[in-house]
């Protein structure tokens, strides 16, 4: 009895001692749980909602146990586990937090899990924030979620829509059964024109945005596009025996064309030695336009020719019947044929400009008779006197 009140006495000085609140064993430190002792060190980590963790609950790394939790409490409104590791476990200093399941039955455990860009290292007194700390889902939440799937997600609709393929492929299966090897070629297909399918979109895209940009342009056109269908509206008439009118002289000139035709085709190929002529030209034909407004005299000394209102005037006439022949007939059926008289009466008609004489002083000169071939025969008592 004594022994008895003895160890009753003991346990409620450890109790008194270690604790001034009572939750029961888990609150006390159970011995040969990881993370205890002089060699380890405390982490503090600030968790929106703690589930059912509870102290003594293992803290695991890659699923091995490397500490325990050892205090829960409430801090701003969430709560504020620290865990004690064992001094040997080397984390970042951005490591993430989260609670798991351990078991079906319930029991968690909080896990460590090192990010894939670790910065720093993990010491004592550190803490992890609640942008780094959860929990993975739960039992219940898992089942729950299940349930929701299996009885409103639509699941038994899947019988319906096995059924109804089976009706649909029933007594189609080689026609099914062709068309995946075309399916697969048309997979095929894009997929090696996947380069100018995204070049197409960026190009809509590209569209979209000059679209966007031009909105208030676009607007604008679309506020005015309706008075102008109304005007066109009210013009259908004219419009419409403007249109028949265009088809009815079509058909004149297609009536033209055809009973016309060959001669056309002759007067385009008469053109030709026209147009050939008028290029091989050259500049003359320019050359002469020059003079059509100053004829007879050239622009290049119209000055020196005209002085107020007299003009100095010395011409060159040359009318003999071989001249008018090549200035007048030449192309025509007539060429050559004045020009033939003289040389078939052996004589010619008239003296020529060049032969001629100066026209100023030939009234005073003395009549000659010019006998081709002989020098000129001049006729006493006549002329004036010199």
């Not at 078991?103 to 894939?116: E, N």
């Not at 898992?142 to 639509?154: A, C, F, I, P, Q």
Request: net charge negative; with cysteine.
């Amino acid at each position: 009895m004594n022994v008895l009140s003895k160890g009753l006495t003991a346990a409620a000085l450890v109790v008194s001692l270690s604790a001034c609140q009572w939750d029961g064993l888990n609150s006390l430190p159970l011995p040969g749980t990881e993370g205890r002792g002089e060699h380890s060190y405390q982490v503090r980590i600030e968790m929106p909602n703690v589930t059912t963790l509870s102290q003594n609950s293992p803290v695991m790394v890659d699923d091995v146990t490397v500490g325990s939790v050892d205090a829960i409490v409430v801090q701003d409104w969430h709560a504020l586990v620290t865990v004690s590791l064992n001094d040997d476990v080397a984390l970042p200093e951005n490591v993430t937090a989260k609670i798991g399941q351990t078991s079906l039955l319930g029991s968690q455990h909080l896990a460590l899990v090192a990010p894939d860009d670790p910065q720093g290292r993990l010491e004592n007194g550190d803490v992890i924030p609640l942008d780094r700390a959860g929990a993975y889902p739960t039992t219940e939440q898992t089942l729950s979620s299940l349930s929701v799937v299996l009885n409103g997600g639509g699941l038994a609709q899947i019988q319906d829509i096995t059924t109804e393929l089976n009706h649909a492929i029933g007594g189609r299966e080689d026609t099914v059964r062709d068309l995946l090897p075309r399916l697969d070629d048309l997979v095929t297909s894009l997929d090696t024109q996947r380069g100018d399918i995204i070049a197409a979109m960026e190009g809509i895209d590209r569209l979209s945005v000059n679209v966007e940009n031009q909105r208030a342009t676009l607007t604008k056109a679309l506020n005015e596009v309706p008075p102008a269908l109304d005007v066109l509206t009210a013009e259908r008439p004219n419009i419409t025996s403007a249109f028949t009118s265009l088809g009815r002289l079509s058909d004149v000139v297609s009536r033209v064309i055809d009973t016309s035709g060959a001669d056309l085709q002759t007067n385009v190929a008469s053109l030709t030695p026209v147009l050939q002529a008028l290029a091989d030209s050259g500049n003359a034909l320019t050359e002469v336009l020059s003079v059509l407004l100053t004829y007879p005299f050239p622009q290049e000394g119209i000055d020196n020719v005209i002085r107020g209102d007299y003009a100095n005037l010395a011409m060159t006439i040359d009318l003999s019947l071989p001249r008018l022949d090549s200035n007048f007939l030449t192309g025509t059926p007539l060429a050559g044929r004045i020009a033939g008289l003289e040389g078939a009466l052996g004589t010619q008609a008239a003296p020529t400009a060049a032969s001629a004489g100066d026209p100023l002083r030939g009234p005073l000169e003395p009549p000659t008779i010019r006998i081709p071939g002989l020098p000129p025969v001049e006729l006493p008592g006549q002329g004036f006197p010199p």
